[in-house]
């Protein structure tokens, strides 16, 4: 069977191909002109900012979160749904919070003009996709709780044959 991609994964790799490709064209104009392109950090710090939290999203529909193992694995099927959906709601409050919070934050950039250092356009240019990235992330977390809130028990059941029933 193969995996589906997603539209996180998408982003993540964009934005990594976007960071090698002005990070080379960083290196090289250095090496040739012994300057260096002042927006690049910028830029850079934004489609990190981007990556991550894609990344973030990616794990949340895979279900991938940090957890222990030995624990979730080793519960029946009541177990491994209470601690999904303890992941879930966890996930969606503090990306929630992350998502008012970064609004705010664009929204003070917005009120009192704020200009990057390295390029001295409008910050919030660089700051308004973070409160709707976070926000996406909140309704992804939301989705899996739902999901693990209406899913049969039988799809909790440990698939591994090495592990101990419930």
């Known amino acids: 069977m193969t995996r589906r991609v997603t539209p996180e994964e998408v982003v993540s790799v ?11 064209l ?13 927006w690049s950090e910028e830029i850079s710090i934004v489609l ?10 990616a794990a949340v529909v895979r279900d991938a979160h940090i957890r222990i193992e030995a ?12 601690l999904r959906l303890l992941s879930a709601g966890t996930t969606a409050a503090v990306f929630g919070v992350l998502t008012f919070l970064f609004a705010r934050m664009v929204a ?24 709707l990235l976070t926000a996406a ?12 809130w209406h899913a ?4 909790f059941v440990a698939t591994d044959p090495a592990l101990p029933p419930g």
């Open 71 to 82: 624990f979730y694995d080793r519960g029946g099927p009541a177990r491994r749904r209470a």
């Open 14 to 24: 964009l934005c990594m191909a976007a960071l090698v490709l002005i990070t080379l």
């Open 152 to 155: 049969d028990p039988v799809d």
């Open 48 to 57: 990190m900012v981007v990556m991550t939290l894609a990344g973030a999203s």
């Open 26 to 38: 960083n290196v090289v104009t250095r090496y040739v002109t012994d300057q260096s392109f002042a």
């Open 137 to 148: 992330l909140t309704l992804r977390a939301l989705w899996l709780g739902f999901r693990a």
């Open 108 to 131: 003070d950039e917005l009120r009192w003009a704020e200009t990057s250092m390295g390029l001295g356009v409008p910050r919030w240019w660089f700051t308004a996709p973070v409160p």
